[in-house]
């Protein structure tokens, strides 16, 4: 028998979900957008870690992460706000303080997440208001068929998540805080790692972190 479907309202909008699937997914699938890094539909805990999906439900004192939050029958949620913008802009400028912006020698300018949600929300690519802490750490371009470029990271963890899932489980993140990276196991370059080279954490990767090499 086919599930009910639950119906709720999202920015004004009537939107029917599967039950436990999260505002995010129910949003997105009615293309309302809400900016996300992070979010994977097939992985059963959400990371929330970029923390750029916030939004509002009615009755609620405090904004949820739509990514983390199931949908409920009669809920409404609110997408845009002035509470959610200011939530989101700092999560935002966070993120892009420790980023090398350097778009036009990238190889994923305007196919990059970060300049689809600063396009859609109006949020600039450098701030003014937090200093550009990008870490320079070492480009690992040892591996025939990609390069990581670890300044361009936003942590989002789907290349750990796709590494893991097609079973090779090579890349991970690795020490914490500002530190906080992703990186082989035992910190190797790519090409000595035990990467089968499927190029499955290039192509979920959402900024130009890891890239495909030019042929
Ligand atoms: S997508 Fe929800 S916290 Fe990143």
Same mark, same amino acid.
Request: with cysteine.
């Given at each position: 028998m086919a599930q009910k479907k639950v119906k709720l309202t999202i920015d004004g909008q009537k939107v029917e979900a599967k039950p436990g699937d999260m505002i995010l997914w129910a949003a997105l699938d009615s293309d309302i957008f809400i900016p996300n890094l992070c !979010?994977?539909? /097939? @992985? /059963?805990?959400?990371?929330?870690?970029?923390?750029?999906?916030f939004v509002e439900i009615e009755g609620r004192d405090k904004p949820v992460t739509a990514c983390s939050e199931p949908v409920a029958e009669g809920m409404v949620v609110t997408t845009d706000s002035e509470r959610i913008d200011r939530i989101r802009h700092t999560a935002f400028e966070l993120l892009m303080? %420790?980023? %090398?912006?350097?778009c036009a020698n990238?190889? @994923? %300018? @305007?196919?990059c997440a970060l300049q689809d949600i600063s396009a859609k929300l109006k949020f600039k690519l450098k701030s003014k208001r937090l200093p550009s802490i990008v870490r320079m750490l070492p480009i690992d371009d040892s591996h025939p068929l990609f390069t990581y470029d670890p300044n361009k990271c936003?942590?989002?963890g789907k290349c750990v998540w796709a590494c893991e899932k097609m079973g090779a489980g090579e890349l991970q993140f690795a020490f914490r805080g500002i530190d906080t990276v992703i990186s082989t196991l035992g910190g190797v370059p790519l090409v000595d790692s035990e990467c089968k080279g499927c190029l499955d954490c290039v192509s979920v990767?959402?900024?130009? !972190?890891l890239v495909p090499h030019k042929t």
């Open positions: !979010a994977i539909k /097939e @992985k /059963e805990h959400p990371q929330t870690g970029c923390r750029l999906c303080s %420790n980023h %090398n912006v350097d990238c190889s @994923k %300018n @305007k196919s936003v942590l989002c990767c959402p900024v130009g !972190a």
